[in-house]
């Protein structure tokens, strides 16, 4: 199974910017990288007029998207699946996993803080799972802290931690 590492902060604070950023460095060394985008609200995938939402409309309760570059599945759920149930039915593949998101999940967590960001202090100062800080300034906590553009750095870290062994 990939190593599942979440990228955590505030709305607005950088986290898709700082995974745009990350993913083509630990890709350049050969690592299969997944992600998850976490919706708290949900989200609609398909487009009204499009075969697919005909069908959902029509009472599919799971529609399959195929082509030869790339599968989806639209699928109606009873509850909302765990990280590990996505991982482990879609992306078993990869070597890792980045979420966008989970904040209370128990998955090793790197959080994103920004001195004038949209919060005041970090999310998770008291979580255990807190494996690093990606900031503006200066902080004194316990885990290591990398600037906002040090990308290389950072997937060095991961890299070292959590990859060495794929």
Not at 10 to 32: A, C, H, N, Q
Not at 39 to 49: S, V
Not at 90 to 112: H, S
Request: glycine share 8%; charged share 35%; proline share 4%.
């Amino acid at each position: 199974m990939p190593v599942v590492i979440s990228i955590v902060g505030k709305s607005d604070s950088g986290k898709t910017t700082l995974l745009e950023k990350l993913l083509p460095e630990i890709r350049k060394r050969g690592y299969r990288v997944g992600t998850i985008k976490h919706h708290a609200h949900g989200f609609d995938l398909d487009h009204e007029g499009k075969d697919s939402w005909r069908h959902k409309r029509a009472g599919s309760q799971a529609v399959a998207l195929s082509s030869p570059a790339g599968f989806a599945l639209i699928k109606d759920l009873e509850q909302e699946l765990t990280i590990d149930e996505i991982v482990e039915n879609c992306l078993a593949d990869m070597d890792i996993v980045l979420t966008e998101g989970y904040k209370k999940e128990g998955k090793p967590k790197i959080e994103i803080f920004r001195k004038d960001g949209p919060h005041k202090d970090i999310l998770c100062k008291d979580d255990k799972t807190l494996i690093a800080m990606v900031t503006d300034m200066e902080m004194r906590i316990p885990v290591p802290c990398f600037g906002l553009e040090d990308t290389v750095q950072l997937a060095d870290f991961l890299e070292k931690r959590y990859l060495r062994d794929k």
